[in-house]
């Protein structure tokens, strides 16, 4: 299918820093670099407004543009240098590499330094790869794994990224060729692409909660800092999490027993989304009052908190108690309204 600069253009305004414009184009490597970084923080997404024409021709393999192709394949089997795509390459490979770091634990990584010694290089090669084959250009990962695995006997690992991703991006460089036909992503189905993309996704999201649970912190109101895994810990074994736990499972087990669509209006009722129950409960009242005794309750109530009444200190409290009660009332004589008239007009259809 013929791809449309137009549509190209909208997915960019709507969705640039998640790469949906890329996916559109078959770009699927540049898609998931954008959305895991925002669109390389926004600096990709504004660089891509003005290379959008090229990326749309490469996609529709436009005569013009194969041409030029051509004609750059027969004087050089190897891409020019491209600035933009070396540092690319060095940022997301640095990238790759500290989020992979920080994503194992300080204890775990003590009592095991070969894991992240194996996990990093392999991060930063990854990263340095992905971005090396996007679009018309190609090249092994080999080379890029020599370049981040060399170094890393000579270095500690957080010392070590950035030396380790230049060399494995001069390496890759090295071995760079060009990309005769597109990227095959685009002959693939959209459900086989849309399943690779989230299965990376999972991936980079997964480095993120853990990145999150071992390394972040809070502070509490008394100053002590504390870590954000034992708070999560102390949470899911706190009474708030039980009472939520129980709860849950009451709920299960009423859907079961009266249905699911019973079950939906019991929880649609209990959010009291009209402020009927907190009404009744304002004017001390149970649920289903008559409407003179809302009357009764409101009146005795009006009368106790009026501010004519009350001049003392509690006047800003009893202010405010006034108002929530007229409030109350008014809430509760305009739902017994709207129900009266429900009634007298299904009276009248019976009849």
Known sequence: MTKSKCFTYFLWLIGGPLGLHHFYLGRDRQAFLWWSTGGLLGVGVFRDL?????????????????????????????????????????????FFGFLSMVAISEDFAKENPLVRALIVPAAIAIGVH?????????????????????????????EGITYQTLLSTILFQRQRRFRRTREAWRDSSVCKRLVILGLAGSLMSGLWISAFYFNASITTAEGETIKARDAINHFFSSPLWREFVATMKQLYQKGREKGWRQLW??????????????????????????????????????????????????????????????????????????RAVRSRRQNNWNG
């Open 50 to 94: 003005w290379r959008i024409p090229e990326y749309v021709d490469s996609a529709n393999e436009e005569p013009a543009f194969m041409q030029k192709l051509q004609q750059r394949m027969t004087r050089s089997e190897k891409p020019p240098f491209s600035t933009g795509r070396f540092f690319a390459q060095l940022w997301y490979g640095m």
């Open 265 to 338: 209006f019991d929880i649609m009722e209990s959010l009291d989304p009209q402020g009927e129950i907190n009404a009744y409960k304002v004017l001390g009242l149970k649920q289903g009052a008559s409407e003179e005794e809302i009357k009764k309750s409101y009146r005795k109530l009006a009368r106790q908190y009026h501010p004519d009444k009350n001049k003392g200190p509690d006047k800003e409290e009893a202010e405010k108690k006034f108002i929530q009660i007229q409030e109350a009332y008014e809430i509760l004589s305009a739902i017994k309204s709207k």
């Open 130 to 158: 992905t971005v090396g084959n996007v679009g018309r250009e190609k090249g092994p990962l080999k080379p890029a794994l020599y370049g981040s695995y060399m170094l890393f006997p000579l270095f500690a690992v957080s």
